[in-house]
């Protein structure tokens, strides 16, 4: 008993020292870090503008060069699929990393700053503002790890890119080599759903082969802990048309005759939920069940509901699930959109001719997009709706009352979710324990989405998300940030990736 006590000590003495050595070998990446993120968010990255994602391309050429990997830039039928990657000897293991280099559009008025492709250091104070300091700071002493960086791209997804690629300087410096082969995939435009994506996994599957896949996009738990996201929702929508006369009338002459659609589509809407917000659609969330562990792991998250709603200011949240882990197990709808006639200025007494909902549905692996918006189109014919795939013909609109043009209902984007303990999770597990000397908080599916199921789907490969920026990081709005302290244990955790050996 006192060797196996001594053995243990000893061990967690050799831990210890390994850990702190590899915090002081972070914190002298810290400058470099921010100094090359600095360079890459000053490329504009609009996924719609195909010359700045070319840009990007050639960036990310020149980083990876740098670090010794062999590049290809593989066509699709829309934006190009960038692959970086590199063998190392003796492995037998192939890892691949997925990032996007494309970033949402910018609403320049809107960002505190004067260009939101020119990063700036900012501090918050005691009543929650943030102001601009000088990049002097950083060089007076310790960085803040509350400070943060704003400019867009900086947390979604160039952030995790400078992450890894200075993790890999960690790894040169060290004279070390992953124990493993690495391709490194950066998808050009992730923003608009990835549309080139799906074709050319299929024209590429020899070259992005791998073992494992792992996503290094969106946001870690909002407690700042080391997070593994074993799935993500995925995402189908249609939209809803309800119609009056075939023109605007004047609700003098017309009032209590024409029939205003915007009160059908209000009846329809409301039909679909109730007071709590559970779907009422019959069917809506068939197959939908968890076991005790899977219940128990999400009760463990470390959410704080007060704190969700006050951050939300929601006085109450929905009664979906038992908690907001569970609450993202199951498929969800949502008003994505509305309109009828005029809101406000060029408004007037009328009753319009249309009235149009744009609805989101979230999906979770166990529903299908096509089945779920058939369900939709069931619901709507229960309700005494016909329902018309066009834009109504005069004869449809004079015989039916209850008309109702549905749009879209295709399957959209799956889910995907990755067992827990399947070998992939374990080691992953095994890999931010040993970084932190603390497990990481566990979630099995999170809310958002990531365009990846094609890589799973087509190549047969596992795939975990691990998530290295701040909740608040505003990614696609104005003014969207990187915590200092997100990109210190970033850069920790992406070297703990690439120094823990897979179980063979």
């Known amino acids: 008993m006192k060797i196996l006590l001594i053995t243990v000590l000893s061990s967690l003495i050799f831990l210890s020292r390994v850990t702190a050595q590899n915090d002081q070998l972070v914190s002298e990446r810290m400058l470099p870090a921010i100094e090359e993120l600095k360079d890459f968010v000053a490329i504009p990255n609009d ?25 290809s ?3 699709t039928d829309k934006m190009p699929l960038f692959l970086a990657k590199k063998a190392f000897q003796g492995s037998r293991k192939t890892v691949l990393f997925y990032f996007h280099l494309d970033g949402q559009a910018v609403r320049q008025p809107e960002w505190f700053q004067q260009n939101a492709y020119s990063a700036v250091l900012k501090e918050r104070d005691r009543a929650g503002t943030f102001s601009e300091i000088d990049w ?3 060089r007076n002493g310790k960085i803040n790890d ?14 995790p890119i400078i992450m890894f690629l200075q993790a890999l300087d960690m790894l040169a410096t060290q004279k070390q080599q992953p124990p493993f082969n690495i ?12 549309p080139g994506l799906k074709g050319a996994l299929a024209n590429y599957k020899t070259e992005l082969a791998a073992d494992y896949l792992i996503v290094m996009d969106g946001p870690m738990h909002s407690s700042n802990l080391p997070t593994l996201t074993f799935g993500c929702r995925g995402g189908t929508g249609f939209s809803l048309t309800t119609y009056g006369a075939i023109t605007q009338q004047h609700s003098g002459h017309f009032g209590n005759y024409s029939p205003d659609p915007t009160f059908s589509l209000s009846r329809i809407i409301a039909s679909m939920k109730d007071e709590d917000g559970r779907v009422l659609i019959k069917g809506f969330y068939d197959g939908i069940k968890f076991d005790d562990q899977a219940a128990k792991v999400m009760a463990t998250v470390p959410d704080v509901t007060a704190d969700i709603n006050d951050r939300l200011q929601i006085a109450a949240e929905e009664k979906v699930g038992k908690n907001y882990q569970e609450s993202m197990q199951y498929p969800s709808l949502n008003v994505r959109g509305l309109k009828a006639a005029v809101v406000g200025k060029g408004g007037g007494s009328i009753i319009p ?19 779920m918006t058939g369900l939709v189109k069931t619901h709507l014919e229960g309700l005494g709706y016909q329902v018309v795939d066009h834009v109504p013909t005069k004869a ?4 039916y009352s209850k008309l109702v043009f549905m749009d ?27 970084a932190f000397q603390t497990e990481p908080v566990i979630i099995r599916i999170m809310g958002g989405s990531v365009p990846v199921v094609p890589f799973i789907q087509t190549l047969g490969v596992p795939a975990v998300i691990v998530p290295l920026v701040n909740m608040d990081n505003n990614q696609h709005s104005p003014n969207e940030n990187l915590r200092l302290g997100n990109l210190r244990s970033g850069i920790k955790t992406c070297y703990s990736i690439l120094t823990t050996p897979i179980d063979q």
């Not at 067992?419 to 999770?425: A, K, L, N, V």
Request: net charge neutral.
């Open 47 to 71: 996924a719609l503008v195909a010359e700045d994602i070319d840009k990007n391309v050639d960036w990310a050429r020149n980083a990876f060069v740098k670090r010794g990997f062999e590049i």
């Open 73 to 75: 830039v593989l066509k």
């Open 136 to 138: 002097s700071m950083l």
């Open 146 to 159: 509350e400070w943060r960086l704003f400019g867009r791209s900086t947390s979604d997804d160039k952030g």
């Open 183 to 194: 391709k490194v995939v950066l998808d050009c435009e992730e923003e608009k759903g990835s």
């Open 353 to 371: 001719e249309q009235a149009i909902a744009e609805f989101g549905i979230r999906l979770v692996p166990e529903t299908d997009g096509k089945r």
């Open 396 to 399: 449809e609109r004079l015989r």
């Open 408 to 434: 879209g209902g295709g399957g959209g984007s799956p889910a995907f979710r990755t067992e827990i303990d399947s070998p992939i999770g374990n080691w992953l597990k095994k890999c931010v324990t040993t």
